[in-house]
């Protein structure tokens, strides 16, 4: 069954929507239900869109608007009453050759650009890191992944028991080669995670999609007012809560302000599908405002 599981979701389709097996109207205000990315890899469709511009013009786009981590939506991630991530606004980046001074072997690496998804990296050692890379696991040096982009250590955003940092390294280095079919991870940030905490809910299918949504991304608004968005496994959160680091916070709200707007009127907060945006899925998944 895993096996079929894993061939599935190398289909050319880029998102199935989830359902709720209790039902529910437009107008019902309860829980509204994410969006599962089944069948996308965000970072592979980062490396096509940066293959097919221009070198020169690439460059051009970095130089208008460089990263500025307030860009960046702040968000917490629940399992049930749990939290399970967080991540504030503002945490600093740092170019490659000061990163060096500051990883540890097992380190969880994050490279950011503007308007480009987070790639995620295993720090192994010797200025070497393991990743996840168009659709293979690769061992490069840190300074050659970073390709020009800020990076900093993120081993605090998931709120797991990490494992020792002999166990991350081995973790990563056992799945060097690992290519296409192969893999069990959607992305460069499940894989990383996976090597670091050790948890199936990051690899692909490793929670059945079945039931009442567990999961809840909580994006602010205001101080006192949020979004929530459910889904029904780790791995779908992740891939929405990327799309947004793609994105942006502005136009993250921008997206919902104007989705409030048109579909319900002044004043009304509750929330449908906002439509297409350009994410891996091809849209935003349905969400629901709460007071906080």
């Given amino acids: 069954m895993g ?51 221009p070198p020169d013009k690439h460059r051009a786009d970095h130089e208008e608007k460089p990263f500025d981590p307030r860009d960046e939506l702040p968000c917490a991630v629940y399992y049930r009453e749990e939290r399970v991530y967080e991540r504030s606004a503002g945490a600093a980046a740092h170019a490659a050759e000061s990163l060096l001074n500051k990883c540890r072997p097992g380190d969880l690496l994050e490279f950011v650009a503007a308007g480009q998804y987070p790639h995620w990296a295993v720090y192994v050692g010797d200025f070497q890191v393991v990743h996840m890379h168009r659709a293979e696991i690769k061992n490069n040096f840190l300074t050659d992944v970073s390709q020009g982009k800020r990076g900093r250590v993120v081993n605090g955003l998931y ?120 994410g891996p899925g091809g849209g935003t998944p349905p969400v629901r405002s709460r007071d906080r």
């Fill in 159 to 278: 709120r797991y028991r990490a494992l020792p940092p002999e166990v991350v390294v081995r973790n990563a280095l056992d799945h060097v080669g690992t290519r296409d079919r192969e893999l069990y991870w959607r992305n460069s940030e499940c894989f990383a995670a996976w090597c670091r905490f050790g948890k199936r809910e990051f690899k692909i299918g490793g929670e059945i999609r079945i039931g009442k949504q567990p999961y809840r991304l909580e994006l602010p608004l205001t101080d006192k007012k949020s979004h929530v968005l459910e889904f029904q496994s780790l791995e779908d959160v992740v891939m929405e809560k990327r799309r947004n680091d793609q994105i942006g916070r502005d136009a993250v709200a921008q997206e919902l302000a104007g989705h409030l707007s048109a579909a319900h009127g002044p004043g009304d907060t509750r929330c449908q599908n906002p439509g297409s945006t350009g």
């Fill in 3 to 53: 096996n079929q599981v894993e061939k599935l979701t190398h289909l050319n389709y880029a998102e199935v929507p989830t359902s709720d097996p209790i039902g529910g109207g437009p107008d019902d205000a309860g829980p509204r239900i994410g969006v599962s990315y089944i069948f996308s890899n965000d970072d592979d469709d980062q490396d096509d869109q940066l293959d097919r511009c």
